[in-house]
């Protein structure tokens, strides 16, 4: 499975973004799609997991009530919409896949999009 992250940028604090991330599997649906993300000299943290049938989602609680994630399994594509954006969400934000549950560890998954740097600026 190949995952191309888009929509990354700068952008001020309290503007938004919004996070694609298209696979090139027809199984799109058989997967678990997470948003991580790396800001320099941190490890890579979870963000936002959404389940199969988009109806089970999960957020950090760093993130919650700002961020959303979506999935078009039409589209094989996963989004994260972005809004009220701080300067502490600066980062490489990475898409991965897994079969199964939303997992907060990023050994769990499988497949991982090459990331898109997001930068907000105060």
């Known amino acids: 499975v190949q995952l191309q992250a888009s929509g990354g940028g700068l952008v001020q604090a309290g503007g938004s973004l919004r996070l694609s991330c298209a696979a090139s599997a027809s199984t799109f649906y058989n997967y678990t799609w997470g948003w991580f993300r790396q800001a320099p000299k941190r490890e890579r943290e979870f963000v936002a997991g959404?389940?199969?049938?988009?109806?089970?989602?999960s957020y950090a609680d760093s993130v919650k009530g700002r961020f959303t994630i979506s999935r078009d399994n039409a589209k094989n594509t996963v989004y994260l919409q972005m809004n009220s954006l701080k300067p502490e969400d600066t980062a490489v934000y990475y898409c991965?896949?897994?079969?199964?549950?939303?997992?907060?560890?990023?050994?769990?998954?499988?497949?991982w999009g090459q990331g898109t740097q997001v930068t907000v600026s105060s």
């Open positions: 991965a896949g897994r079969i199964g549950s939303i997992q907060l560890g990023s050994r769990y998954y499988r497949f």
């Open positions: 959404i389940g199969r049938n988009g109806e089970i989602t």
